[in-house]
């Protein structure tokens, strides 16, 4: 990418353009402290427009119950009647008076209510509507990328620069968030409709000449798109060959402008007439949790449709799990913060001594801590582990779970024996169906998370409560809106991007993003130097250190939900660590 | 009502000619008959106005009161109102249109507020009512009560003279004693009728009031 690209308003900073309110939705978020920035959650302002309507409903109720309380009132007024009035003239005209007084009071307010209600909805309906603005133009651009890049993709994965032996792991990290590419690029352009939008919305105040231009506006954005993909595009054929994952790090965009044009450019890499112009449909579940769909509407559907001939653990290769326990529950502390949580999943990061990294042949580690409060009631922490091996996902002799075929299944939201070896692990740890799980993952093991928490079978097992992920390409799952997502993202960091999702601002998600340059953690050098710095944990844990000491209403709300997993008077807690591996099925 | 004043006519006719074979000498006779017809109007003041007055009176009160409670609770619920308008304005609100309807939902929770004070004031007027209606019923009871008393006193005790036989000029002279009182009585009386009684007089008469 070329320096005038770097510093395109899409670049890793989007999110300042963004003004106010439609930071929160289309930008990195709002400012909370530590140089993190924060969308979604019980803060954000998806929750606000909720509020807002809640809100509108309540004034609705108060404006008439107010309107029967003056029926009741003129009742009250009038009693005692004639025979009160004759015995007492100067009361009987105190009580008329004082009637009339609250009977007026009474209607005006009412009235009052029932405006600042409809403005209320109004307000709410605003913010949804901003982010159906956002949605459209967001559409709108994509198919401009996809028309800008295709040819491209299709260009660059042929090319040996590309087609490396694993080619699983490059179509894994290619699928690397074209929609993310739209949602900042995007953002920073629907973004200039600017706050004031939601706020004359909100207000009623923009008449139908004025709602014209704001659509025209809108309009504009895929033309603009495109244009900044093109540009976008010719930097990332220049970066590729130089090595994907550095010049990922150094062009945040360049995977997600290759993942835009994807579909049509690995059509035309296999030789197949697909693409989103594919005459013939193909939409079939397979065994073992394997889908296929084709041509793919997203991210998701091609790692899953790659999934089926590049992986293990599905149809072709089916394999089975076996999870055994390391050692003895062993007391420990309970954890004393997101810091602390996350920083359990070091053991099970970078390899370390139970897996080395690189080697397909081995176990891996699941940590399952049971916490049990003063009152005796038991809930569990599962530390899912990151991507432990980089050997060849389809070869038998990767026995190791925490693979990349685990990777492209995860993200292809289909099981694998990531997965599985997680949800046995839980069993054989003692799990009872309703106890409160919280569920811990940095990288790999975040998307493992996302997907147990949005998977209804694990609810047999334990009741998700809440969600961890550092580092995780975990946006596109739909998890239940009643567990806690906390998703730690940095923006240097290319691997939360393989989905091409962007985590929605629902008040069940949390992103946190931090600028590590910004922040002076990492330089331009650094960055050139190894293109996986952003995605260390280590960076993680300090950004997750930031999230305690955090002030913002989403982290603070997310910190209250797992307090009664944390250390507390009286609480206590058991690990116990599982080793799981694959075994060939039957 | 009826049945009070059907009680005092008997006692009066009863007292005075029937129960007695005695006439009174013609002396007397004027003076008697002057003094009946005061006793006679005071009755009827008393019985027709005066009690069924008061008795409408008592019955107002309680539904004055029985209002004054309800507003009272009217001023509760608004108060509640105004508290669930302040929780509804979110602490999280962070926008600029948000804070704009987070003042908007605080002058409104004042307004109710305020309301509700409207309220309690209409409260305590209904509550001063009753109190005025139940004294002032309270004193045409015992006004009527006493009018009935005077007047059951004054028809005796003429029928008491008249029975003993005494002498003309001592029954004359008591005969204009019982007409003093009754004529008093019947003044007393109307003093005690307040404000408009002329024409609660009226109404009462008519039936308008109960």
New interface residues.
Partial sequence: MTGEASAAPGGRGAGALLP??LDEVLGAG?EAGGGLRVRGG??G?V??GT??Q??AR??A??GE??LV?TA??A???A??????A???????A??Q???V??LA??A??AT??AR?SA??TA?GL?YAHAEEVAARAGDGARDAVARAAGGAVGGLVRSPEVVVPGAAAVLAAVTAGGLVWVAVRGGGLVGEVG?DL??DL??GRLDVRERGLVADAVRDVPVRLEALAGADLAAAGASAAAGLSGAAAQHPLLLEALVGGLPVGLAAAVGVAGGPTARRAVRADLPGGDRLVWPPADVADLSAAVSVLATQDGALRPTRVRVRPAGPPAAVAPATGVADLLARAAPLAGGGALSPGGRGRSAAPVLVEGVVDAAGTRRWVLVLPPTQTTADPRSSATTNPADLGSDLRAVGHVPSAASRAAVRALEEAGARPGDPLLLVGYSQGGIVAAQLAADPHLRSVARVDAVLTAGAPSGGYDVPDDVAVLSLEHEEDWIHRLDGERSPATPGRTTVSRDLTDAGDLTGADLRRDGMSGHDLSRYTETAALVDASED?SLVAWRERVAPYLDAEGTTATRQTFLAERVPAG | MGARRSAAGGSSAGGWAGGSAVTPPSSVAEPLARARRTVEEVEAVASGVLLPLAAGGVAAAVEVRRAARTAEELAQEVRGRARVLRAARAAAWRSRAAELYRLRLDALAHEVDVDAAALSALAAALRRHAAQVEVRAAALQDAAGSALALGAHVLGRGAELVRAGGPARAVSAAADEVAALAAAGERALREVVPIGAASSVAAVRDGSVR
Avoid at chain 1, 86 to 92: F, H, S
């Fill in positions: 106010g309110a709002r019980a803060g302002l929750v606000e509020a807002m809640d809100a309540s004034l109720r108060t119950g107010l309380v009741a009132t009742t009250a007024g009693a005692g009647g004639p025979a009160a004759v015995l007492d003239p100067a009361g009987a105190g009580v008076q004082a009637t007084v609250a009071r009474l005006r307010t009052g209510c600042l403005l209320l307000a605003a706050d939601v706020a909100a207000d209403p």
